[in-house]
């Protein structure tokens, strides 16, 4: 129950001005109606669906929320689901040829050669009626991601392009018609199975295992003509990965580029595409060229950047995982080039035969090469191929993790410190995927399924709970650290209409302090207000902050410690620390001035919120924007500030 401080009208004028001590266990009145911090109102109430819309306080943390533009993956049962509806509209000799049992002879049985059906699996897409050909298009597009112009986008661009070799000079053995599609072993969600489809000029090798993607690669794209025009649309469908790798080369200095220029002559990725036609698929032992620790943040980004439009085909949840792997990898990734170029001219990159590009991670390789043409022997057209050192075929169906489940981080819901969380506390999720809409609790107890979203924590004694849910968007989801969860490591996970969409692991601590601060980033102007105790035990209530609509912003006001006898004390709302062992575990400091605090723990109002009352130093009259620090049980608390005049 919320308290009050006593009415002290019988106590001896040396007892007001100890009173600190009788405020031990004792919780200053929350006004609600009146000044509970606004900032933090509106960021619980938005939590509820109840903000006010200007002031825009209840916000994502952007460092940690991926680009919230990216539409929710298609779930992996829906490819599975079209893959059996294409299967059903087949005959029974046609399901013959499209499914077979996996082998690793059959898994690696793709080319980048017009040989048709004698180095491919599958069914032809010209054996296929409108009705089977659509569905077929139907389980690719599943399959892979929705970035403009990559995907099932790009997959069918190339395929037109083949259309226009034949048309110009390239005879029969060119047509979109002559792409396949195959499936190794049954599609299923409980079992492992390839997707593979290509041609030509492209080869896809999607890994499956118990309803997860484990495997994307080896993926293989080519192109002739660079730019062609159909039904009156020009398309250059490779110019997406052309460019990146341009803008990352052209981004090396003199020297750089020095280092990462190879000797050796490339007339094809080395990693041949094809593997039925002489490919051994060994990567090389030795990595070559320029390393990316070496480079500058700046440039390491363009790194990443270069290998997006390969890793972006894929789902986008899956693409989302393994950029994070790559990114996370880049300080053992290196690249390399041949060719004359310039420092600092994207133009000179990757433009003449026997140009050539390459990243090679602890993961990822990827191989770009020019080649005189085959049809238009005027132009140069590209080769590419991209492979994973670690997931190649799902390294044969064996591997479990799924790439297609978010990786989600947990954070404290107030400092936004990411590792460790109190049980009880409020704690924010940030992954991709976590959800098909944007919605708030409405009810009290919070629910445990909001929009069919579930969180669910495993703790350390490997008991599963629910965890109450405040809020869930498809890239953020709040919640409360359910009772009871037992100290030590837990796994999270996010389960959307029943099927796992994130997973992440965190440390169950006791206490974790974190503070709330107006600009729900976890920094700046403490959450709260400021009860002022006259000497005749009258208490007000005055505000820490107000909204200023010119810079659209909460700015301090000013705290008036008053005459000698005003007592001033800091309602700083946070969370995390309502287990702390005792009232002498919490430490605070105002302005480097050690001060006490009359309570700390649970605020009684709002679920999950704590509540410190801390003494504001009269010594620190003038002082302007001062840092406010708390600790419980040896944990600090992240740093906030207020402003005394």
Same mark, same amino acid.
């Given at each position: 129950?919320?308290? =009050?401080?006593?009415?002290?009208?019988?106590?001896?004028?040396?007892?007001?001005?100890?009173?600190?001590?009788?405020?031990?266990?004792?919780?200053?009145?929350?006004?609600?109606?009146?000044?509970?911090?606004?900032?933090?109102?509106?960021?619980?109430?938005?939590?509820?669906?109840?903000?006010?819309?200007?002031?825009?306080?209840?916000?994502? =943390?952007?460092?940690?929320?991926?680009?919230?533009?990216?539409?929710?993956?298609?779930?992996?049962?829906?490819? /599975?689901?079209?893959?059996?509806?294409?299967?059903?509209?087949? *005959?029974?000799?046609?399901?013959?040829?499209?499914?077979?049992?996996? $082998?690793?002879?059959?898994?690696?049985?793709?080319?980048?050669?017009?040989?048709?059906?004698?180095?491919?699996?599958? #069914?032809?897409?010209?054996?296929?009626?409108?009705?089977?050909?659509?569905?077929?298009?139907?389980?690719?597009?599943?399959?892979?991601?929705? !970035?403009?112009?990559?995907?099932?986008?790009?997959?069918?661009? #190339?395929?037109?392009?083949?259309?226009?070799?034949?048309?110009?000079?390239?005879?029969?053995?060119?047509?979109?018609?002559?792409?396949?599609?195959?499936?190794?072993?049954?599609?299923?969600?409980?079992?492992?199975?390839?997707?593979?489809?290509?041609?030509?000029?492209?080869?896809?090798?999607?890994?499956?295992?118990?309803?997860? +993607?484990?495997?994307?690669?080896?993926?293989?794209?080519?192109?002739?003509?660079?730019?062609?025009?159909?039904?009156?649309?020009?398309?250059?469908?490779?110019?997406?990965?052309?460019?990146?790798?341009?803008?990352?080369?052209?981004?090396?200095?003199?020297?750089?580029?020095?280092?990462?220029?190879?000797?050796?002559?490339?007339?094809?990725? $080395?990693?041949?595409?094809g593997e039925s036609n002489g490919g051994n698929g060994t990567f090389p032992t030795t990595k070559v060229g320029l390393a990316v620790s070496t480079l500058s943040d700046a440039q390491k980004l363009l790194v990443l950047a270069a290998? =997006?439009?390969?890793?972006?085909?894929?789902?986008?949840?899956?693409?989302?995982?393994?950029?994070?792997?790559?990114?996370?990898?880049?300080?053992?990734?290196?690249?390399?080039?041949?060719?004359?170029?310039?420092?600092?001219?994207?133009?000179?990159?990757?433009?003449?035969?026997?140009?050539?590009?390459? #990243?090679?991670?602890?993961?990822?390789?990827?191989?770009?090469?020019?080649?005189?043409?085959?049809?238009?022997?005027?132009q140069i057209h590209y080769h590419t191929v991209w492979r994973d050192h670690v997931r190649d075929y799902g390294k044969d169906l064996s591997l479990t993790t799924a790439l297609d489940v978010s990786?989600?981080?947990?954070?404290?819901?107030?400092?936004?410190?990411?590792?460790?969380?109190?049980?009880?506390?409020?704690?924010?999720?940030?992954?991709?995927?976590?959800?098909?809409?944007?919605? *708030?609790?409405?009810?009290?107890?919070?629910?445990?399924?909001?929009?069919? /979203?579930? !969180?669910? +924590?495993?703790?350390?004694?490997?008991?599963?709970?629910?965890?109450?849910?405040?809020?869930?968007?498809?890239?953020?989801?709040?919640?409360?650290?359910?009772?009871?969860?037992?100290?030590?490591?837990?796994?999270?996970?996010?389960?959307?209409?029943?099927?796992?969409?994130?997973?992440?692991?965190?440390?169950?601590?006791? /206490?974790?302090?974190?503070?709330?601060?107006? *600009?729900?980033?976890?920094?700046?102007?403490?959450?709260?207000?400021?009860?002022?105790?006259?000497?005749?035990?009258?208490? %007000?209530?005055?505000?820490?902050?107000?909204?200023?609509?010119?810079?659209?912003?909460?700015?301090?006001?000013?705290?008036?410690?008053?005459?000698?006898?005003?007592?001033?004390?800091?309602?700083?709302?946070?969370?995390?620390?309502?287990?702390?062992?005792?009232?002498?575990?919490?430490?605070?400091?105002?302005?480097?001035?050690?001060?006490? +605090?009359?309570?700390?723990?649970?605020?009684?109002?709002?679920?999950?919120?704590?509540?410190?009352? #801390?003494?504001?130093?009269?010594?620190?009259?003038?002082?302007?924007?001062?840092?406010?620090?708390?600790?419980?049980?040896?944990?600090?608390?992240? %740093?906030?500030?207020?402003?005394?005049?």
């Open positions: 129950m919320i308290k =009050k401080l006593k009415n002290d009208n019988d106590l001896s004028n040396h007892a007001r001005v100890k009173r600190s001590r009788h405020l031990q266990s004792e919780k200053i009145l929350l006004v609600f109606s009146l000044l509970l911090s606004l900032g933090f109102a509106a960021y619980y109430l938005a939590s509820l669906g109840i903000v006010h819309a200007a002031s825009n306080v209840f916000t994502k =943390k952007n460092a940690l929320v991926a680009d919230s533009s990216i539409p929710n993956a298609e779930n992996i049962s829906d490819v /599975v689901t079209k893959a059996l509806v294409f299967k059903a509209l087949l *005959s029974t000799t046609q399901q013959a040829t499209l499914e077979q049992t996996y $082998t690793t002879t059959l898994a690696r049985r793709w080319s980048n050669l017009p040989c048709g059906s004698s180095c491919r699996n599958g #069914i032809q897409f010209s054996t296929l009626n409108s009705e089977q050909l659509a569905a077929a298009l139907e389980v690719i597009k599943a399959a892979m991601g929705t !970035v403009a112009n990559e995907g099932s986008a790009e997959f069918n661009q #190339i395929r037109l392009a083949d259309t226009y070799l034949g048309a110009n000079g390239g005879g029969s053995g060119y047509s979109e018609g002559i792409y396949f599609i195959s499936f190794l072993n049954t599609p299923s969600t409980t079992g492992t199975w390839m997707l593979q489809f290509g041609g030509h000029h492209y080869g896809a090798n999607i890994a499956f295992n118990q309803g997860h +993607v484990v495997g994307t690669t080896p993926q293989f794209e080519a192109l002739e003509p660079l730019s062609f025009t159909s039904n009156g649309t020009t398309y250059a469908p490779l110019t997406q990965e052309r460019d990146a790798l341009a803008t990352m080369l052209a981004s090396l200095s003199s020297t750089q580029l020095a280092s990462a220029k190879l000797s050796t002559t490339f007339s094809d990725t $080395t990693m041949t595409p290998m =997006k439009p390969w890793v972006q085909d894929m789902d986008d949840a899956v693409a989302a995982n393994l950029l994070k792997i790559y990114q996370d990898e880049l300080n053992g990734t290196y690249i390399a080039f041949t060719g004359t170029a310039t420092a600092g001219d994207a133009s000179t990159f990757l433009v003449s035969n026997a140009n050539y590009a390459r #990243i090679d991670g602890p993961s990822v390789w990827i191989e770009f090469a020019c080649q005189s043409g085959v049809v238009f022997r005027n990786a989600v981080a947990a954070t404290s819901g107030a400092s936004y410190v990411a590792g460790s969380l109190a049980p009880e506390s409020i704690g924010s999720l940030f992954g991709t995927g976590l959800a098909a809409s944007t919605n *708030s609790a409405t009810m009290i107890p919070l629910p445990t399924t909001l929009d069919n /979203v579930q !969180v669910q +924590v495993k703790d350390s004694a490997a008991i599963t709970r629910s965890a109450p849910l405040f809020y869930i968007s498809p890239t953020q989801i709040n919640f409360q650290v359910p009772a009871n969860t037992a100290v030590g490591s837990a796994t999270i996970t996010v389960l959307l209409n029943g099927t796992l969409v994130g997973s992440g692991t965190f440390t169950v601590t006791a /206490v974790v302090p974190g503070m709330f601060t107006f *600009s729900s980033d976890g920094s700046g102007i403490a959450t709260g207000y400021v009860t002022r105790v006259k000497a005749d035990g009258t208490q %007000t209530f005055e505000a820490l902050a107000q909204y200023d609509s010119t810079q659209k912003a909460y700015v301090a006001v000013p705290i008036d410690l008053g005459t000698y006898t005003d007592q001033l004390f800091l309602i700083a709302l946070g969370t995390g620390y309502r287990n702390r062992s005792s009232l002498a575990g919490i430490t605070a400091t105002i302005g480097g001035t050690s001060t006490d +605090v009359s309570y700390a723990g649970a605020q009684g109002y709002y679920i999950g919120v704590d509540q410190a009352n #801390i003494l504001i130093p009269r010594s620190l009259a003038g002082r302007g924007s001062v840092n406010v620090a708390l600790g419980a049980d040896g944990n600090a608390a992240n %740093t906030v500030t207020i402003n005394i005049k």
